[in-house]
């Protein structure tokens, strides 16, 4: 059985970081260009980091690049978000995403909410 869970949000500080998790079972994980998307209340759902299946390749959306660190270890089928300065722009439902082709899998989301 597929799944993808994702842990670690919560309730930050403007200014504050969180590390999001997103454990994957049920498939070839290594094979699996892996994304972490979010959707704010009243928005759509956006793309906000993804790395290939090696890592080697990684991109980010400009509203988080330089504050956000997506990573993965193959070794124990785990994606994770590293998100430093956030601010209010960042609260939203945070969801993994496993893509190959012709494929992919979503996770059920972890809620971040960025309030002082």
């Known amino acids: 059985q597929v799944q993808l869970v994702e842990s670690g949000g919560g309730l930050v500080q403007p200014g504050g970081s969180l590390r999001l998790s997103c454990a994957a079972s049920?498939?070839?994980?290594?094979?699996?260009?892996m994304r972490w998307y979010r959707q704010a209340p009243g928005k759509e759902r956006e793309l906000v980091a993804h790395?290939?299946?090696?890592?080697?390749?990684?991109t980010y959306a400009p509203s988080v690049r330089g504050r956000f660190t997506i990573s993965r270890d193959n070794s124990k089928n785990m994606m994770y978000l590293q998100m430093n300065g956030l601010n209010s722009d960042d609260t939203a439902v945070y969801y993994c995403?496993?893509?190959?082709?012709?494929?992919?899998?979503w996770g059920q989301g972890t809620q971040v909410t960025v309030s002082s």
């Open positions: 049920g498939f070839t994980f290594w094979m699996y260009s």
């Open positions: 790395i290939s299946s090696t890592g080697a390749d990684i």
């Open positions: 995403n496993a893509l190959t082709i012709g494929t992919g899998f």
